[in-house]
């Protein structure tokens, strides 16, 4: 008869390396943490907009509002893509220095 417990695997055999888990936990947690920045970011675009841009609440927006508001966000993030992409650069370039 064979015994459960002299099995040539072991149960702690058979689970993750704590390094991995932790390697995994923290790779979770900066998709968490950018993701969160990114709403915020959306959410801080939106109020900007919304203050820029709406003269007065209605049942509907007009086409110069919906328009404006429109332009507002995109420039937003014309602008955060552009500074994204010259701290990238910057970074770059003084990485190359060492």
């Known amino acids: ?15 993750p390396d704590s390094k991995e888990v932790d390697a995994e936990l923290q790779q979770f947690l900066l998709i968490e943490r950018e993701r969160a920045k ?6 801080e675009f939106s109020d900007i907009c919304w203050d820029k841009c709406m003269d007065k609440p209605g049942n509907k927006l007009d086409s110069r509002t919906e328009t404006c508001l429109a332009n507002c966000v995109d420039r937003f993030i014309d602008v955060s893509l552009l500074i994204a ?4 650069q910057m970074v770059q370039k003084n990485s190359g220095n060492f």
Not at 1 to 15: P, R
Not at 85 to 88: L, P, T, V
């Open 85 to 88: 992409n010259r701290f990238s």
């Open 38 to 43: 990114i709403q915020a970011q959306i959410h």
């Open 1 to 15: 008869m064979t015994d459960i417990f002299s099995s040539d695997q072991s149960i702690s055999s058979s689970l």
